[in-house]
């Protein structure tokens, strides 16, 4: 498919998934603007290779101010933006009772409250081009919990309800809003927790495979290749009729 003169914003695009979707958004010929606090100039020099020359806006998404001037630097520089890709997020474990306050206040800033905002934002000027694409990477845990993950749980979850609320109020236009759900993806907050298995004494292969054979029936990790293409379907033509979807990509894990 080709997304030439669409511009797309994929926040929480300098490494994982964001920029996994970043460099398929890229190849398939949209212009794009790349969010987040990983290595900026690797994750440039990546979706370069693909022809594209980003922008980049640092916004702390967890703040909306700096949200509100990320979407007005992508109406100045760009002329607003087609594609939305709602993809930063961040992470704690602990039970309940033990979770830290200010954890559970930043993980719903960054990973619900950020898709509310960069979606209002992004919704004028897609309805005055009547046509448009918001994209909610939310998780598997937007569709089923695992314990020590209540913050995290909780935001996906609503992510998913968004996501409907998004879809219906826009169900006559030419945009449409979907979730993506993926399983195990090695992003860093994955590796973060192979790690805390590996400082306990367990050997690298068996925290991996540990890992995954408690969730993820494939034993396979899924890939941000995986989801950047099915980033391109949600774009294209043949997905119009596709509103409102929590779409797993997860290995076989909700089907258990």
Known sequence: MHLNGKVALVTG??????????????????????????????????????GARPGYHGADLSDPAQIEAMMQYAQSEYGGVDILVNNAGIQHVAPVEHFPVEKWNAILAINLSS??????????????????????????????????????????????????VIALEN???????????????????????????????IAPEVARDTLLGEKQPSGEFVTPEQLGALTLFLCSDAASQVRGAAWNMDGGWVAQ
Request: charge should be positive.
């Open 171 to 201: 169900a006559q236009t030419n945009i449409t809003c979907n979730a993506l759900c993926p399983g195990w993806v090695l992003t860093p907050l994955v590796q973060q927790q192979i790690e805390q298995r590996i400082a306990s004494g």
């Open 115 to 164: 898709v509310f905002h960069t979606s209002r934002l992004a919704l004028p000027g897609m309805k005055e081009r009547n046509w448009g694409r918001i994209i909610n990477i939310a998780s598997v845990h937007g569709l089923v919990a695992s314990k020590e993950k209540s913050a995290y749980v909780a935001a996906k979850h609503a992510v998913v309800g968004l996501t409907k």
């Open 13 to 50: 695009s300098t490494s994982g998934i964001g920029l996994g979707i970043a460099c398929a958004l890229a190849e398939a010929g949209a212009e794009l603007i790349l969010n987040g606090f990983g290595e900026l100039d690797r994750a440039k020099d990546k979706v370069a290779r693909y």
